[in-house]
């Protein structure tokens, strides 16, 4: 059973880890393509999810070598930093699920000053409430004349994605607490390979 149980447990880590890592070079490789094609043209927004990205492999990274070997003081600081982003994930995550209309709007504001080039271009529309037909604006329908106000647009599907982006946020935060119990459980138990005298 003591056998069993440990091999068990490390497997399951090494499992878990593996799949934050390939999460993790998801982020950083789609953030990267998108900011090469010109599909993103803001860097702090760019920047913030490789920089998540690489967060997120380093702590798998540490988890994984920690798992394998049966490490004492690398599974205990993985254990505290993963509880650590589990509570930050879950309040993000319910915040989303949880957010209303008038919340909605203002959020859409404050980012419609850093990202307007991007979300003029991909939704192809001009301006936030009202349209200037003075003004400059990289979307497909400006020459035209027949532009749409982005709010509108937005609005279609910013309660949609808050919702998605919640519930797979909320999705993730139970398998990171799933690896705190894991990592509990297999840094307590006694490798039955090592000296039986040892002290783990």
Request: hydrophobic share 50%; glycine share 10%; aromatic share 14%.
């Amino acid at each position: 059973m003591g056998c069993a149980g440990f091999t068990c447990s490390k497997h399951s880590l090494c499992a878990l880890n593996i799949l934050y890592v390939m999460v993790s070079l998801l982020m950083i490789g789609i953030a990267a393509w998108g900011k090469w094609f010109g599909l993103v043209s803001s860097f702090q927004l760019v920047g913030g999810v490789i920089g998540v990205g690489i967060f997120l492999f380093f702590v798998a990274l540490a988890g994984l070598i920690g798992a394998m070997k049966h490490h004492q003081v690398l599974l205990f600081f993985y254990m505290i930093i993963l509880f650590m982003v589990f509570i930050v994930q879950f309040s993000v995550s319910s915040a989303c699920l949880a957010i209303n209309r008038a919340q909605q709007d203002h959020l859409l504001e404050m980012g419609w000053n850093n990202s307007q080039r991007d979300v003029e271009k991909s939704i192809n529309c001009c301006g936030f409430k009202q349209v200037d037909p003075n003004g400059t604006c990289d979307a497909a329908c400006f020459p035209n004349h027949f532009c749409l106000p982005c709010a509108d647009k937005i609005q279609e599907h910013a309660g949609k994605v808050l919702h998605f982006v919640g519930g797979i946020g909320l999705f993730f935060s139970f398998t990171e607490i799933l690896g705190v119990w894991l990592t509990y459980r297999y840094r307590n138990q006694k490798d039955p390979r090592a000296n039986p005298s040892a002290f783990l």
